[in-house]
């Protein structure tokens, strides 16, 4: 960790905030400053007029970088620390819970409705990373964080208190905008305290605790399914949560009134201006968290995703007109009314157009889309039951397996880091393109190793490869993301505004992308999973199918070897075949957008500076050539 802090403390003091010719510090907490910054260009001079383009940065991207000015070697020593502590224990939650969750929705007698509790994670995960990246740039990093651990700890208390499937679904809710914000804003902080050429290893350091958490959470999980109730695996955590935050809260606290002192920043409590009537300060909030767009995009995805995994509940199937009109309607929110908000009337969109734009922008948020969906086609959410159910594993060897994935990409993820800090020109885009051909190739050998003879060690091993391969896209593909939104905004502090709402956007479209694989998944099995029971259970036993399709528990009841047990398995392992062709074939598109992320330089490049590689190249001929016309001059 001091090595990390090292490297921090080693960057220098950031460059002061340049605010439209006034102070930064006459800088008002509830208002949005129009920052003319002196933009840095690739050749080192200064850009003196402002460019007009540039969305208005908000005060709490200001306050950041005012405070960002202040951190001492032992303040970011503490706050790292802070990091790893809570990514440690929400990664020790994950996995635990995610061993538990099964055996809650069984305990409702639903366990068909696991994927739709996917879905609601995911679209929860998805709409809310824009937001909470707003709430950071409007309040503040501190406040954000604090939200969250209140969002995690009433989802904690709901899930353990919870007597039915849909007081379980609705606490995914809190539970999963809490979790999903915390995720987007510990990268939004390390992008604050670090440049482009140590932020690859320094955003791997939230996920490097699954190297621990991967094998001691099943075990704990098993522990806890042996000796009580599934429900105080989930109770604990609102209790060591909020403890875990405090080394970080405090000192972002601590920081913050160390810039109020110095008067970077003005205090919260002084009054720069008349306050607002309180219609209009509602008003212009939500203005600045741009509501009107995350409700357009939240119920387009919830109305979308949230049927396809009902569609097997309905009698009718694709032919029910409800559920047809449910994603219409959805379809409508999403493709219509979304983008022309956006377009056309919101003066603090999501997504700024300078991102748009951006052909690495657009393709690596894509990319992340894609190989997100198919992780959720081919093992989550019903890998971990047909390890139960059709091979007969325990929970202690089951878990592990279907957590292998976290481990090796985060192996992956932090070997990469460290590659590309050290490489003479560190780029991304190798690494995206490898993982990406690793990723699909580990789904070709899962096609071949997930069968009910398959060992112990192939079920690790295929796991290991595709958790490989999403790890080595997943860390360069972000670090492309942000490189490419700092560009396109011009760098400087601009370019640092938009790396929040790119980073935000690249981790939504990955949960997106996580609940439409769950759709898809869930529509698969609950289609398949059914018929297939009625069709090979014996004649004595097809009344059962419907309690056997909804728990795992009762189908794990059945003798391993009995007729029953086997007609169960053949199920479950022709329906996973399914859903792994399935993977594979939404695999072409992660192969075309890893082709299409740019090829990035981040070499002697601070925060908000980079450049392509192909630009650098024509620099170089166009240097070359000046020199040459210089000579024949002469």
């Not at 539970?175 to 791997?204: E, H, K, M, P, W």
């Not at 309905?314 to 929110?333: C, T």
């Amino acid at each position: 960790m001091s090595a990390v802090i090292n490297l921090i403390a080693s960057d220098g003091p950031h460059e002061p905030l340049v605010v439209s010719g006034r102070d930064a510090a006459l800088v008002g907490y509830d208002s949005v400053i129009d920052a003319e910054p002196a933009i840095s260009t690739i050749d080192g001079a200064a850009n003196d007029e402002p460019d007009h383009r540039q969305p208005l940065l908000q005060a709490g991207v200001l306050r950041i970088e005012a405070v960002a000015r202040t951190w001492s070697k032992t303040g970011l020593m503490v706050a790292y620390l802070g990091i790893f502590l809570m990514a440690f224990t929400t990664s020790l939650e994950g996995q635990v819970t995610y061993s538990l969750s099964a055996f809650a929705v069984s305990s409702f007698n639903n366990h068909s409705l696991l994927s739709t509790v996917y879905v609601v994670q995911g679209v929860v995960n998805a709409v809310i990373k824009p937001p909470m990246a707003k709430i950071a740039d409007v309040f503040g990093r501190l406040e954000a964080f604090s939200i969250c651990i209140l969002l995690c700890v009433l989802g904690y208390i709901q899930m353990a208190a919870s007597q039915n499937v849909q007081t379980y679904a609705s606490a995914q809710i809190f539970y999963s905008a809490g979790s999903t914000g915390l995720q987007i804003l510990q990268q939004v902080f390390i992008a604050d305290t670090s440049d482009f050429l140590n932020r690859a290893l320094f955003s791997s350091l939230p996920d490097s605790p699954f190297l621990i958490t991967v094998w001691i959470g099943p075990a704990i999980a098993a522990a806890i399914l042996a000796t009580t109730s599934w429900r105080i695996g989930y109770a604990v955590w609102a209790i060591i949560l909020p403890i875990a935050f405090l080394p970080l809260g405090l000192t972002l606290l601590l920081n913050g009134r160390r810039a109020e002192k110095l008067g970077l920043i003005p205090s919260k409590k002084s009054k720069q201006k008349p306050s607002r009537p309180w219609k209009e300060s509602t008003i212009h909030l939500l203005t600045e968290l741009d509501a009107i767009g995350i409700l357009f995009l939240s119920l387009g995805l919830a109305l979308v995703l949230i049927p396809l995994t009902l569609v097997s509940r309905s009698p009718a199937g694709w032919k029910d007109r409800h559920i047809l009109l449910v994603i219409f309607f959805g379809l409508f929110s999403l493709l219509g009314l979304f983008p022309l908000w956006e377009s056309k009337y919101a003066k603090q969109p999501l997504l700024p157009s300078t991102l748009l734009k951006s052909k690495t922008f657009c393709a690596g948020c894509a990319l992340g889309f894609f190989y997100f969906a198919v992780f959720y086609i081919a093992v989550q959410p019903y890998f971990y039951s047909y390890l139960l159910v059709a091979l007969n594993l325990p929970v202690s060897k089951a878990g592990p397996i279907t957590q292998t994935f976290s481990f090796a990409s985060t192996i992956a993820a932090l070997l990469a880091s460290v590659v590309i800090r050290q490489l003479s020109k560190p780029r991304p885009r190798p690494f995206i393109i490898l993982g990406a051909g690793l990723y699909t190739v580990a789904i070709m050998v899962l096609l071949r190793t997930r069968t009910r003879e398959a060992s112990l060690g192939s079920l690790f091993g295929a796991q290991t490869l595709l958790g490989a391969g999403a790890g080595l896209m997943h860390v360069a593909t972000q670090l492309a993301v942000q490189a490419s939104a700092t560009s396109s905004a011009g760098g400087g502090i601009n370019g640092h505004g938009n790396v929040g709402v790119a980073t935000a956007a690249f981790l939504t479209f990955v949960q997106v992308g996580a609940a439409v694989g769950s759709a898809v998944s869930g529509a698969v099995w609950g289609r398949l999973v059914p018929k297939k029971l009625v069709e090979y259970l014996p004649d004595e036993v097809k009344g059962e199918a419907k309690k056997i399709y909804s728990s795992v528990v009762v189908a794990c009841s059945y003798k391993w070897g009995s007729v029953e047990r086997e007609a169960i398995a053949r199920s479950y392992q022709e329906t996973i075949t399914v859903l792994l062709w399935l993977a594979l074939v939404v695999c072409v598109p992660v192969l075309v957008m890893a082709g299409c992320v740019g090829d990035y330089r981040l070499d002697g490049m601070g925060r908000g500076m980079v450049e392509q590689e192909d630009d650098i190249k024509g620099r170089k001929r166009g240097e070359e050539e000046r020199e040459r016309e210089d000579e024949a001059t002469r």
